[in-house]
């Protein structure tokens, strides 16, 4: 098994675990992202960089935005699979890192993302500029501007509505949501029956403002199914703001 391993790139083995899939035993997009964080993390840590390093400048990393591919084909259970992560560019306030999940011998790439991250003062919870002594270990180019990611349609019609309670358990060590956790909220209204005979191609997701413990949020979803593609736009609300947005491409 060879693992890319250097200051701009990290791969690492992972295990799927029977609570990271559902009932089908392909893994949830909310633990594959939890995954994509996971070696996002041991990159950082890898370099020196734990979280109570990162979090002695007073702030941490965000993430803004995703978007993503999937294969057909996916793993199960019991699978052994590879995380992996490159820093691949940044500015002063916005880095852009690439992930991708793949089978031991890279010959499938089951999901391949890419992320904006920002850094957020934990005590005024606005943005700041990236300390240097964090992002200069990764070794990855500084540029003016960063691509774009795919931006989400909005929700015009929604179909179905859903509330769900923010609950102790949803909170991360930033004390908001965790950003996975937006994607159980995101896909449940669809329902089990479409979800277990659909499977994603591609999605995007767009975070506006953070969701905070306690608050009830409403989960809007429409679907569209035209000639050729089935797509899903998704809304999380509270209290009538929209929080994030969603899209996402089925088969």
Not at 97 to 117: C, G, M, S, V
Not at 227 to 240: K, Y
Request: net charge negative.
């Amino acid at each position: 098994m060879d693992l890319q391993q250097n200051k701009q790139t990290y791969e690492m083995p992972h295990l799927l675990t029977y609570y990271e899939c559902d009932d089908t035993g392909r893994p949830s997009l909310s633990m594959v992202l939890s995954m994509m964080t996971m070696v996002s993390d041991a990159h950082s840590m890898s370099l020196g960089m734990d979280t109570a390093t990162v979090q002695s400048t007073g702030g941490a990393w965000v993430i803004t935005a995703y978007e993503g591919e999937f294969t057909k084909e996916q793993p199960t259970f019991g699978d052994t699979v590879i995380l992996g992560t490159r820093a691949l560019a940044y500015n002063r306030f916005f880095a852009l890192r690439e992930f991708w999940l793949t089978d031991p011998d890279h010959r499938i790439k089951y999901a391949h993302f890419r992320a904006n991250f920002v850094f957020m003062n934990l005590e005024k919870r606005r943005l700041m500029s990236i300390p240097e002594e964090l992002i200069s270990r990764f070794d990855s180019p500084q540029e003016k501007r960063l691509p774009r990611l795919a931006q989400p349609a909005e929700v015009t019609e929604p179909a179905k509505e859903q509330e769900y309670r923010v609950r102790y358990f949803d909170i991360d060590v930033n004390h908001h949501v965790n950003n996975a956790r937006y994607f159980d909220w995101l896909l449940d209204p669809l329902g089990s029956q479409f979800l277990r005979t659909h499977h994603l191609t591609r999605m995007a997701i767009k975070y506006e403002h953070e969701v905070r413990e306690g608050a009830t949020v409403t989960s809007r979803c429409q679907v569209l199914d035209e000639p050729g593609q089935l797509t899903s736009r998704h809304a999380i609300v509270v209290d009538g703001q929209t929080c994030a947005q969603a899209e996402f491409h089925w088969a």
